[in-house]
């Protein structure tokens, strides 16, 4: 069984663009949550997305967003860069969310803003 | 609010050593689960156990055991004779308990262990 996978695995973006990440699923597994992980910060929740609907949001502003496709694949976008967006952002996905059901994480991608 | 707190940032131990891991959380949920996550230079998030708020027993996997104690509000991870591949930051994460809930998982700062020969 083919685990979480995340493209690219290494970006580097300039101050004031925008960058889209993908995570695609284990197959079968319908939520699909992601994580910024900074070593200031730690592992923040971003969001989960469940059925392509965004089930819960964690406290980032809004130039994070994300979105999910009808075959439980994600995206996220993060508009008007900043070097504080520097991170490793991690995507999890689970059968169908929740604490019950584990959630298998991907390598994440790693970005950096200059 | 949720909060998990790792208060240990690194620990050293010589291959061999047995080695305690401590989390302590905070939660006003009376029903949550507990997590604990390893990270190895790869990036990637393993899952290692997952212990809801009602089932206080001890758990043993091998050379690895946790130690849930509600009435301190800790969940603490020992490794016991401990080798070079665990190696690796380990995280205790915090979960609200209500099953129609989002997958929020709440993380602690993660303790880096490092063993060597």
């Known amino acids: 069984k083919a685990g979480v996978t995340q493209t690219p695995r290494y970006l580097i973006k300039t101050r004031g663009q925008q960058v889209t990440l993908s995570c695609s699923p284990i197959s079968g597994h319908r939520s699909v949550s992601w994580y910024q992980q900074t070593p200031g910060q730690g592992l923040q929740f971003l969001f989960e997305y469940f059925s392509e609907t965004q089930r819960n949001k964690g406290n980032f502003p809004g130039r994070f967003s994300g979105r999910q496709f009808s075959n439980s694949r994600s995206e996220m976008n993060v508009s008007t860069l900043e070097l504080g967006d520097s991170a490793l952002y991690l995507c999890?996905?689970?059968?169908?969310?929740?604490?019950?059901?584990?959630?298998?994480f991907g390598p994440g991608t790693r970005l950096t803003v200059t | 609010a949720q909060k998990v707190t790792q208060a240990q940032t690194e620990i050293s131990v010589v291959e061999k050593e047995d080695v305690t891991l401590d989390c302590v959380y905070e939660t006003r949920d009376t029903t949550y689960y507990l997590f604990w996550y390893k990270q190895p230079p790869s990036g990637e998030l393993v899952f290692l156990i997952r212990r809801n708020s009602f089932d206080e027993q001890n758990e043993i996997s091998g050379r690895y055991s946790w130690n849930f104690q509600k009435s301190t509000s800790s969940f603490n991870f020992t490794i016991t004779a401990s080798q070079v591949v665990d190696s690796a930051v380990y995280f205790c994460?915090?979960?609200?308990?209500?099953?129609?809930?989002?997958?929020?998982?709440?993380f602690g700062t993660g303790t880096r262990l490092q063993v060597t020969l």
């Open positions: 999890a996905s689970s059968l169908v969310g929740g604490p019950l059901y584990e959630q298998y």
């Open positions: 994460a915090l979960s609200p308990g209500n099953t129609g809930t989002a997958s929020k998982l709440t």
